[in-house]
């Protein structure tokens, strides 16, 4: 057991954020050998019960639950920042040419490791993550996660046509090669493998069915795509599947929306996909800074509210501009109160810092069918966790020591931080004196 001592940010049954001014973290061996939070709360109030536990003492710093991104692709690591007219533009002369080198398991290997560095700098401790259609970066990117002991998701990319040579994939082999990575990966430690058609029109009708009989299949195996981005990829994707009455229900019609899917941006959508959405209990992963970047525009957060559909934050790297999820929750604060979608439009709205900082951790392990494993800091939860230290620019410093409220503090965060105010992140390892997991 080792306990910490800090300020302590966890989140209740209903997204409410609990916080200890001067709080307790106590972590142990759960079931599996790994951390897991034995309890949490008020110092005072807990540290009797656990007098004889080591305890790392960290005044000012604030300890909070690992930030989960629902959508991010590890292999645009170097498109980030690549400026283009849009989203179709920017995928043929950006994100194919550079997609296409991890044939190459040793670039692969090499941007896996940057890439996980990444996450873990930033105090992302889940990602629900792209690789390529090539099955070599998607062993690239588990074999660099398990060695750390992260909790990731990821899948190879299926895209059998609208594809250059060198990213295109054979309807039939990308079926038995996904089936194949679902048996090598899914479960293994802390992985998960997400069957990951690209987007509806890189996919044939067979590949598109190919991967809904494979979700039926392997239940408890994820789905992950993108829908509704961009005015012109709507278009494109409604006249290749004229039968289907929306570009999300092309998704619907393939048996590719079920609890564990989850679809990015979602921005363009109607009152009857978000009721689908609702229905199928798919999830919306929220893309600000991508949408921005490409101009693709504001997800509509009071629609989903309207018409409730699991939703949560993401950083789309490298359509996004950021692995922060500060810069992320900063960029959905202002999406928010856009008073129109690009397209038509929406209730214009102030989201408190409190659900943004939920909609990036336990919001996102809801969404993710990960409640009460990930994302949160509540007993039984695995312990990972950051470290923040809300003093980290003279600034922030001046703004944070100055807040009067939690709502107050955690504002500030989220406009003024970045990956400083992450100091320290700390993965659920197997504990000392546990059972060893792994062959020595
Ligand atoms: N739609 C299809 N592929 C992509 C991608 O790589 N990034 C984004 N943002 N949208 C997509
Ligand atoms: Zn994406």
């Not at 398991?105 to 889940?126: K, Q, S, Y």
């Not at 002991?149 to 039939?172: C, F, M, N, W, Y």
């Not at 619907?252 to 609702?278: K, Q």
């Amino acid at each position: 057991m080792k306990s910490w001592r800090a300020s302590l940010l966890r989140f209740g049954e209903h997204g409410h954020a609990v916080f200890e001014r001067d709080g307790l973290l106590v972590t142990g061996p759960g079931a599996d050998g790994r951390a897991v939070v034995l309890a949490a709360g008020d110092h005072a109030a807990l540290s009797p019960r656990y007098a004889d536990v080591p305890c790392t003492h960290l005044p000012g710093r604030i300890i909070a639950p690992g930030f989960v991104d629902t959508h991010i692709h590890y292999p645009q690591l170097d498109v980030i920042g690549s400026p283009a007219e849009g989203l179709l533009p920017w995928l043929e002369h950006y994100t194919f040419p550079h997609e296409a080198q991890f044939a190459d398991r040793a670039h692969a290997t090499e941007v896996a490791t940057f890439f996980c560095d990444e996450l873990m700098r930033h105090g992302v401790t889940t990602a629900l993550t792209f690789c390529t259609s090539h099955p070599a970066s998607v062993d690239a990117l588990f074999s660099e996660a398990q060695r750390r002991d992260l909790r990731l998701i990821a899948g190879k990319v299926l895209q059998d046509r609208h594809s250059p040579d060198g990213v295109r994939d054979e309807t039939e082999q990308s079926l038995i090669d996904t089936e194949a990575l679902i048996k090598k990966w899914h479960g293994a430690d802390r992985l998960g493998y997400a069957i990951t058609p690209r987007f509806a029109p890189s996919c044939t009708e067979q590949q598109l069915r190919g991967a809904g009989e494979l979700a039926a299949r392997y239940p408890d195996v994820w789905i992950q795509s993108h829908v509704a981005e961009n005015v012109h990829e709507i278009e494109w994707a409604r006249a290749l599947f004229p039968d289907s009455r929306s570009y999300l229900a092309i998704y619907a019609d393939h048996g590719l929306m079920r609890r564990r899917a989850m679809y990015a941006h979602c921005i363009h959508f109607d009152d009857d996909d978000r009721a689908l959405m609702r229905e199928t209990q798919t999830a919306a992963a929220v893309c600000p800074t991508s949408n921005l970047f490409l101009g693709s525009g504001f997800f509509d957060f009071a629609g989903a509210e309207r018409v409730p559909f699991l939703h949560a934050l993401a950083s789309d790297v490298g359509g996004g501009a950021s692995f922060s999820p500060f810069i992320t929750m900063r960029a959905a604060y202002f999406a928010a109160r856009a008073t129109s979608t690009g397209l038509q439009p929406k209730p214009g709205v102030s989201l408190s810092p409190e659900h943004l900082w939920w909609l990036h951790t336990a919001g996102a392990a809801r969404a993710l069918d990960l409640e009460g494993v990930i994302g949160n800091l509540q007993p039984g939860c695995e312990a990972d966790f950051v470290v923040l230290n809300p003093e980290a620019t003279p600034l922030l410093a001046r703004r944070t020591r100055a807040a009067g409220s939690l709502a107050e503090l955690l504002f500030a965060l989220i406009v003024l931080g970045d990956d400083r105010v992450v100091e320290r992140t700390v993965i659920a390892a197997p504990q000392q004196g546990a059972p060893s997991l792994r062959p020595a």
